[in-house]
């Protein structure tokens, strides 16, 4: 069991910059890969970004490639998700994920919803224009 918490949502405006934190309690974070998902009202869950355990890989939507940056301190037991040059359409509900001890056959299921064993609540992101 593991439980995560997502901090550093808010209100923005286009162009700006937000640093996502989501921290883990509750099982060695080491044995866990890491993801971001976001959710906008009448879409379904999107995949945003991943990390392997070490950090070693990391992967994206292409919505997001260049503009966001995931990362993770093992030490902290944290993950983040570094997102700039914030657009109107990245507004959602963004939700951090983890698997644990995942093995070759995640790499096929990381932009899935159902990659993923433990959830967090979630925080909001607002970018207006």
């Known amino acids: 069991q593991v439980q995560l918490v997502e901090s550093g949502g808010g209100l923005v405006q286009t162009g700006d910059s937000l640093r996502l934190s989501c921290a883990a309690s509750g099982r060695t974070f080491s044995r866990f890969a890491m993801g971001w998902f976001r959710h906008a009202p009448g879409k379904e869950r999107e995949f945003v970004a991943a990390?392997?355990?070490?950090?070693?890989?990391?992967y994206y939507a292409d919505s997001v490639k260049g503009r966001f940056t995931i990362s993770r301190d093992n030490a902290k037991n944290t993950v983040y998700l570094q997102m700039n040059s914030l657009k109107t359409k990245d507004t959602a509900v963004y939700y951090c994920?983890?698997?644990?001890?995942?093995?070759?056959?995640?790499?096929?299921?990381?932009?899935?919803?159902?990659?993923?064993?433990?959830w967090g609540p979630g925080t909001q992101v607002t970018v207006s224009s």
């Open positions: 990390i392997s355990w070490s950090g070693s890989s990391t």
């Open positions: 994920a983890a698997k644990l001890d995942p093995g070759t056959g995640w790499i096929i299921r990381l932009r899935l919803p159902s990659g993923y064993d433990y």
